[in-house]
């Protein structure tokens, strides 16, 4: 029983290693998405602005502030001495002060006091009027949180095409392991015939060693494409943030291939959807926003404020309401606060130049990757062409050498015709497919 069991656990142990993790484009996309690095981080980026945001909200509440001081001294901070002296007793008659006939004696006196203070005090102070201050602070709080999460939107679209990049990379990369192997495969069967047609008497040695030289060939290129397949797996499950690569596997095919056409729009509607154009108008806004935090600089400051003082010194202690206001006008900074301001009204220029200018570049560029994705889509048309003409010259010379009429060499070059046209086809379907992406990422897709 035991030793059914272990035999259970170690049949389960090795499936778990050896079975491969196959996915689909969408399955990668996800992972890609959830635990790409440079997401993560544009999501921190996020939840501080929304930090920023929430902080920027509680200027419109009352400051309150507590205080507490005391202190002792080693002697008295006030001393006050009287020598001793007679005081004119006063009848009450004006005219007898100076010559008063009876007085008052007085001692000397020594007084030391204040050797310690005590004093707490607690002020909320509620602004009424901060030049537009803190609605403006607080809007530009707002815009911040919303340029964070367009700059996540493009990073999503960069690792999204990106990831399109690797997939259909390494789906192709396994279809040109297929081929080689098949072509590996009929090299073998073919040096099998040739060998046997040599021991038989019947042909000379070297076309034998001609189909083993290109046998050679074809399994030193199957180990440069298996290495090639082993370094984009691991910087593809890097992306996808998966810890195994080995068993990586991809389950799409590159046979879905659409018409350019069928995404085509037109590059100056196109960068309407973009969401660097959404940038690129937060940035003027941006900088309207600063004009009037700057301007507000230089209006009236109005608050209102509450306070309570308790104090003890001397053995006297004491409790104190306070009520106050405050108004603060700025009016030496006028003169600088006019410069400032044309400042400003240059960057809200600049800005609205930039947006006409990235617009331009913006329509160049996706009139570019339509191009490529034309060009591309040509490429698969030709490569399927040059992969027909390929197959009808390789079964013509496959039956002429059948019959005796063609040479081994010719035979064996209209095979790695064959292969090469194969292999150029599976190249221009995934680049097609990558150049898919990209013209969708231009339109803001």
Known sequence: MMKIIFTSIAVLLFSSITVAQNYTLKECKNLALENNLRLKESKLKIDAAEKVKQNAFTNYFPKVSASANLFRSSKGLLEIETPEFNLPVYDGNPQNLEAATQFA???????????????????????????????????????????????????????????????????????????????????????????????????????????????????????????????????????LGLENYENLSVTDTIANINAPDFYYQNPSEAIKNRKETTLLNKAIDAEVLQKKLSSGEFLPELGFGVGGLYLDVADNDNFYGVVFASLTIPISDWWGGTYKKQEHNLKIEMAKNNLKEKSQLMQIQISKEYKSLTESYKQIEIAQTSLTQATEYLQELEDTYDAGLTSLSDLLEAKAIDQEALDALIDAKAKHKINEAKYLQTLGK
Do not use: C
Request: glycine share 4%; charged share 20%; net charge negative.
């Open 105 to 239: 004696y007085f001692p000397s006196l020594s007084i030391e006091t204040l050797d310690y203070a005590n004093t707490a005090s607690v002020t909320a102070i509620q602004p009424i009027y901060a030049g537009g201050r803190i609605s403006t602070g607080n809007k530009l709080a707002s815009l911040n949180q919303d340029v964070q999460q367009l700059q996540y939107d493009l990073n999503e679209s960069e690792v999204l095409v990106k990831t399109e990049e690797f997939y259909w990379n390494l789906a192709a990369l396994n279809e040109k392991k297929k081929t080689i192997e098949n072509y590996q495969t009929l090299l073998q069967n073919l040096h099998k015939e040739v060998n046997d047609f040599y021991e038989a008497g019947l042909t000379q040695k070297s076309n034998v060693l001609k189909v083993q030289l290109e046998l050679n060939k074809i399994q030193g290129n199957k180990l440069q494409l298996i290495n090639g397949i082993d370094v984009l797996k691991m910087a593809f499950a890097q992306h």
